[in-house]
Nanobody, 126 residues
Framework: QVQLVESGGGLVQAGGSLRLSCTASGRTFSTNTMGWFRQAPRKEREFVAGINWSGIYTRYADSVKGRFTISRENAKNTVTLQMDSLKPEDTAVYYC???????????????????WGQGTQVTVSS
């Protein structure tokens, strides 16, 4: 059974930092795209960042570009999202996602990902 488990969420003041981690089990994703999405109350789930299998290619939503950094460690089957200069509008449940096919791009659409974690809450206070 494939599982993606996120950790690292919490409450932080505006301007602060958090580091989210996602560990996969049940299969390896070392040759697959992985990404992070988020969903705020009463809003649709939105793309935050994606990374290809090698880690060479990354993609970010405009709203987080320059503040968030996605990285991965294939040997540990993990993907990480470093979030700096956090803003109240970054408050959301953050989800880790993984592509289960050989697709090598970094899709910004939820339909492009086959596996999802349960999410971790990030709250940024003003």
């Amino acid at each position: 059974q494939v599982q993606l488990v996120e950790s690292g969420g919490g409450l932080v003041q505006a301007g602060g930092s958090l580091r989210l981690s996602c560990t996969a089990s049940g299969r390896t994703f070392s040759t697959n795209t992985m990404g992070w999405f988020r969903q705020a109350p009463r809003k649709e789930r939105e793309f935050v960042a994606g990374i290809n299998w090698s880690g060479i290619y990354t993609r970010y939503a405009d709203s987080v570009k320059g503040r968030f950094t996605i990285s991965r460690e294939n040997a540990k089957n993990t993907v990480t999202l470093q979030m700096d200069s956090l803003k109240p509008e970054d408050t959301a449940v953050y989800y880790c996602a993984a592509v289960g096919t050989s697709y090598t791009g970094t899709s910004i659409y939820t339909a492009g990902y086959n596996y999802w974690g349960q999410g971790t809450q990030v709250t940024v206070s003003s």
